[in-house]
């Protein structure tokens, strides 16, 4: 069965792209049996809202995109990818949590922001992200903690040696308290360079040198390229590199930030915050799908269904790694307890941040 993208206006939210199927074609090479659940065959010939809290262009809106088309045809359906990026995304992931739970509004947790954001006396969902019904979670897309241009570090160790004021490039608050909590939990002191609209105007700053460090997706332009170049050195990296992706060859050799807090543990007290941040930084949990709370039991296993799928189908894993997203599919009860450990981990972490304060 063909597979049909088509754009329309919506009164209510802007811009809607919608993902769907065109009725009466071929095969779409997903098996007849797919949608074999009572919650899947809910789903036949109707149209799943999947709100997205950025644009085109996005990390979040693009593998949206790749999923989307999918997701709709395992469940007989069709998806609309709704943009909702007003508010640093908070209301969108606010409307999400608050519509219908008939299973047919989904959206996606950016679960560090939400999770860092609160402690920061900033802006925030109006939610527990814990009280949602979960879809699942995507795991570690390629990241890197590097030093800018013109920058004296060329190891995270010889940072903190230095014992320098960072100034660190950021574009939003999360990236902010998980920078200071992992400096502060070694007893290094940070300022922000913030002003920055997404993490591709980070990047250029970086390669400016308007700062010390900046942490971003390889895939942000000019990151990989900078590296190779010389003009940005990487100290950490957020996760491993997933199987099959790019050529990050150059990068073989970084530590992650797991390994690095593994060998050079911070003092006692700060552990468990720097912890939570080393395993945010590594995808657990990184974007998580979810629907309202109350969505009933059979429709969130549908979806969850779908999502465990479409992930691991070869086609889809091969768009996710040359565009640098991760093709690890975390399962609910994963996100949940990943989840709660986090909340556990960022609380203890308070104390380390000093931002807006």
């Not at 993902?19 to 919650?39: K, M, P, R, V």
């Not at 950025?54 to 999923?67: R, V």
Request: glycine residues 10%.
């Amino acid at each position: 069965m063909a597979l049909k993208r088509r754009v329309s206006v919506s009164a209510a939210c802007g811009v809607v792209a919608t993902i769907g199927l065109l009725a009466g074609c071929g095969n779409s090479g997903h098996s007849s049996n797919d949608a074999t659940t009572s919650g899947a065959s809910q789903y036949k010939g109707e149209t799943i809202r999947w709100v997205i809290d950025s644009t085109p262009g996005t990390s979040l809106y693009d593998e949206a995109s790749i999923l989307a088309p999918h997701i709709g045809a395992y469940l007989h359906a069709t998806v609309d990818i709704v943009p909702m990026p007003a508010g640093a995304g908070i209301p969108g992931q606010d409307y999400v949590a608050d519509a219908s739970p008939n299973g047919m509004t989904i959206g996606t947790l950016n679960s560090g922001t939400d999770l860092i954001d609160p402690l920061m006396g900033l802006p925030s969902i109006s939610f527990k992200m814990q009280d949602e019904a979960i879809i699942g979670a995507e795991g570690a897309s390629p990241v890197v903690f590097i030093a800018c241009k013109g920058s004296p570090f060329t190891t995270f160790s010889q940072a903190l040696a230095d014992k320098k004021v960072f100034n660190a490039i950021t574009f939003q608050g999360a990236t902010n308290a998980g920078q200071e909590i992992l400096f502060g939990g070694y007893g290094a002191q940070s300022h922000f360079v913030s002003g920055y609209a997404s993490q591709a105007d980070a990047a250029a700053g970086c390669l400016r040198g308007d700062g010390y460090t900046d942490y971003n997706a390889l895939a942000s332009a000019g990151i990989a390229s900078g590296i190779s170049a010389g003009q940005l050195h990487p100290l950490l990296m957020g996760g491993p590199i997933p199987a099959g992706s790019a050529d990050y060859s150059i990068l073989s050799k970084v530590p992650t930030i797991a390994q690095f807090v593994a060998e050079h543990p911070p003092p006692a007290k700060n552990k468990t915050a720097v912890d939570a941040i080393s395993k945010l930084w590594n995808g657990d949990p990184n974007d998580i799908y979810f629907a309202p709370k109350g969505t009933p039991s059979s429709l969130v296993a549908a979806l969850t269904a779908a999502f465990k799928a479409v992930m691991a189908m070869p086609s889809v894993q091969k768009q996710e790694l040359t565009q640098g997203f991760s093709t690890t599919y975390i399962s609910p009860d994963s996100a949940y307890k990943l989840l709660a450990a986090a909340v556990q981990g960022l609380d203890a972490g308070k104390t380390l941040l000093t931002y807006n304060k």
